[in-house]
């Protein structure tokens, strides 16, 4: 699904993107649109939260700089949604596995939202 990530540029089903990019579960791609650069706020993750994900990936830029603030943690947690935040490629990996695991293990496509900020 993500075949390559590389600072400001991350390719999604042969498709490159040179800005935040959202994936959901089935492939689709979009526009990752955030107030801040360094902040992820609860208000960058409203529409996403609609998708009623099980799982959400946020890779946090290069260097990880993104913060993730306390209350988008809390919030997920609230709604029984598990949180993974790591630097871009490593959540661009981590987003690739999971899918690919939840098919082999369960059968079933997990659903599963990767958030990624593409650069800091």
Do not use: H
């Not at 649109?33 to 706020?41: A, F, L, P, T």
């Not at 709604?79 to 993974?84: D, F, S, T, V």
């Amino acid at each position: 699904m993500i075949e390559e990530y590389k600072l400001g540029l991350i390719t999604i089903d042969g498709r490159d993107y040179n800005y935040d990019v959202g994936v959901l579960w089935d492939g689709q791609a979009f526009e990752w649109e955030r107030d801040e650069d360094n902040k992820i706020k609860l208000e960058d993750l409203t529409d996403i939260l609609e998708f009623k994900p099980e799982v959400i990936v946020i890779g946090n830029g290069e260097a990880g700089q993104s913060q993730v603030e306390e209350e988008v943690k809390e919030t997920i947690e609230e709604q029984g949604i598990k949180l993974i935040i790591d630097k871009t490629e490593q959540a661009t990996k981590t987003f690739n596995i999971r899918c690919e695991d939840s098919i082999e293990e369960e059968g079933k496509l997990e659903r599963i939202v990767g958030l990624f900020v593409l650069d800091y």
